[in-house]
């Protein structure tokens, strides 16, 4: 991987291929890193730059700050893309990294193409989800491989604990590696990020929103109706939150199709 100095913290990240479409960003979400999209990255390297980018406090990159929100994180993805000389890209996000992605979108919109959430929202934490998020805080400072693996394990339907059980085991182990604090500092982050929707809605690009039939997190009914709402192209795959891992044929299959 490679590496970038970002407000003092090492920021890593890889890239793969070249092709005739703009660069593709994939950004991995709350307790992943950038190896999650190593099948995807195969597939989709042979037509375009994919730059797959470790964010802040994951995976190899180091932390920045006590709270890792939004704006900082799509801050550390810019500096990379800088470094590259990239200056026109498309974006795809999962989960937290679809926050990043819509928080690119804020700041940029200019130079991006088209942005897909999978398994993300625009919409901001509920007063319930922020005390959740509150609890889980405090829950990692006594235990933090406690709380890692119930969060990762929550975020799968029942069929895909079964089936995939060793390659969940394996993200469990990747995400215990994660300070603390970096666990605490995206709990933080994701707790008080905004509303993303009028974002969304002016985004005159191509816009994507993959969702997950039985996504415990995100209900797929509700996602549709936001998606509708800002004009996304919208697509539901099978099983749970983590669709990279449980539909990633068919992910892929989605993703050529970005511009």
Known sequence: MREITFKGAKIFYS????????????????LEDSSIWDP??????????????????????????????????????REVLTNLGIKEFSVAGHSMGGYVSLELLKIFPMIIKSVMLINSTPIEDTVEKQEIRDRSVKLV?????????????????????????????????????MKTENVQAALNGMKIRTNYLEVLKRFSGQKIVVAGKEDPILDV??????????DCDFYILKNGHNSYMEAPVELTEKMHFID
């Not at 235990?143 to 069929?159: G, Q």
């Open 15 to 30: 890239v793969h291929g070249k092709g005739k479409k703009v660069p593709l960003i994939l950004l991995h979400g709350f």
């Open 40 to 77: 995807i990255v195969k597939e989709l390297q042979n037509e375009r730059q994919v730059i797959c980018i470790d964010l802040p406090g994951h995976g190899k990159s180091e932390g920045i700050a006590g709270i890792h929100t939004m704006s900082l994180m799509a801050l550390a993805v």
């Open 141 to 177: 400072g006594k235990n933090k491989e406690a709380y890692i693996s119930m969060a990762i394990s929550n975020l799968y339907s029942e069929e895909s604990k079964e089936k995939l059980s060793s390659e969940i085991e394996n993200l469990k182990s990747r995400a215990v590696k």
């Open 221 to 230: 009914n509700e996602l549709q109706r936001v998606s509708e709402g800002c």
